[in-house]
């Protein structure tokens, strides 16, 4: 009745409107480390423009005075169209759950929260785990990462096969060396952050 999410957040049909969207969103956000980490793209739309403005490494040079540069830096835009697909998540909330606890000053926010907390957990579970599209199950509702990354061409991979050792131990310091010495200069930095489960 008069939390986060009122009835008439809602338009016709049942969608939250643009603004209400933005306050769950946010709210998602803010209860999951994980995506606190990460960025995340708000959009309206189930397609949207995603631009990021390269400019080139390695630019500078010392050239002597009223002569031409061999080469210029230039701006590019090497940004994506991201194709997002719809995924609910349905609560149910009984009579007497509400009823039973009707005398909690925060009863509303603490549900919201409590929502958006879970709603946050199964988004980082399917960004690591999903394998498809079709919608069939949970790993099929969105690709992951990991698929991205499988099936990206441009994605340079290490085989950890290359080294486990007999009775399947692996050399996880070997591994990780390796992995950040395939990463494109750009991201490699004292920010860099392996998550492993």
Not at 12 to 35: C, H, R, S, W
Not at 58 to 69: A, F, M, N, S
Not at 97 to 108: C, I, S, T, W
Not at 167 to 174: A, L, Y
């Amino acid at each position: 009745k008069s939390g986060e999410i009122t009835p008439g957040a809602l338009n016709i049909g049942g969608e939250l409107k643009p603004q209400d969207a933005t306050k769950l969103i946010d709210l998602v956000v803010k209860e999951n480390e994980f995506l606190k980490e990460v960025t995340v793209e708000q959009c309206s739309r189930l397609k949207k423009d995603v631009d990021v403005w390269e400019i080139a490494d390695r630019i500078l040079v010392r050239q002597p005075e009223g002569q031409d540069p061999k080469s210029y830096t230039g701006i590019e835009n090497t940004g994506k169209t991201l194709h997002l697909l719809d995924v609910q998540l349905f609560a149910r909330l009984t009579f007497s759950f509400l009823r039973d606890n009707r005398h909690k000053p925060n009863l509303e926010s603490q549900i919201v929260q409590r929502f958006a907390r879970k709603f946050g957990e199964e988004l980082v579970l399917l960004g690591f785990e999903g394998e498809g599209e079709d919608g069939s199950e949970f790993k099929k509702l969105n690709k992951g990462y990991i698929k991205l990354a499988e099936e990206a061409t441009a994605s340079k991979k290490v085989a950890i096969s290359d080294f486990t050792y007999a009775g399947g131990n692996v050399d996880w310091h070997e591994v990780m060396k390796a992995m950040i010495e395939e990463m494109p200069d750009k991201y490699k930095s004292k920010k860099c952050t392996f998550i492993m489960n």
